[in-house]
């Protein structure tokens, strides 16, 4: 018998991820409490359990990534080197939840209007907090490089790297090396690329 170290997901995780699939086949208005029960398992109604509404559920799913995207990105820079293995550490995670979490890009893409005020401000500051973890890396390698002209850079980076939703020629493990290597050349300078 083999054991996992990783715990089996909860019900609550569970419905987050199966939503995420939902919203991003048919967009969050386009799935209703009882589809949403429904392709869990449970009624409708069985959902508020565990959300008070379907809006709780994008906010926690969205609010969620976003607390995972940084906290995992912090953990990446702490464990590394120096600025340039920072840098390579994150562009490595990023590629990793872009090719995993396919479905909450785009959910976090088309469905960001959706999102409850209160939800978008937190997920705005998490995501700044996110970019200024990889301009502050940006800034260590490129001399006289400004703030705005780093998140700049990582935007751009994201960009490349949250199209896996789009891009499907290729497959995953070979995609992946794509992309780190084409953020990569992006961000470093010319002689470390």
């Not at 398992?41 to 990534?65: C, N, Q, R, T, W």
């Not at 976003?66 to 464990?79: C, I, W």
Request: charged content about 25%; overall charge negative.
């Amino acid at each position: 018998m083999t054991t996992s170290t990783e715990e089996a997901p909860t019900r609550r995780e569970q419905i987050l991820a199966t939503a995420a699939d939902l919203f991003a086949a048919r967009g969050f208005h386009g799935v209703s409490v009882a589809d949403l029960g429904s392709a869990c398992g449970i009624s409708g109604p069985a959902l508020y359990k565990h959300f008070a509404s379907k809006d709780a559920v994008l906010a926690e799913m969205l609010v969620d990534i976003s607390v995972r995207l940084l906290d995992v990105g912090r953990e990446r820079v702490a464990a590394a080197s120096g600025p340039e293995d920072a840098l390579r550490g994150l562009v490595d995670w990023h590629v990793d939840f872009a090719l995993r979490h396919r479905a909450l890009i785009i959910v976090q893409d088309r469905d960001w209007e959706s999102l409850p005020v209160d939800a978008r401000a937190r997920v705005r500051d998490l995501q700044r907090a996110y970019v200024d973890l990889w301009a502050d890396r940006l800034r260590l390698l490129h001399a006289g490089l400004d703030l705005t002209a780093a998140r700049a850079m990582a935007h751009a980076a994201f960009g490349l790297i949250n199209s896996t939703p789009r891009t499907g020629a290729l497959p995953d493990p070979s995609l992946h090396d794509l992309l780190i290597a084409m953020a990569l050349r992006a961000l470093l300078p010319a002689s470390d690329a």
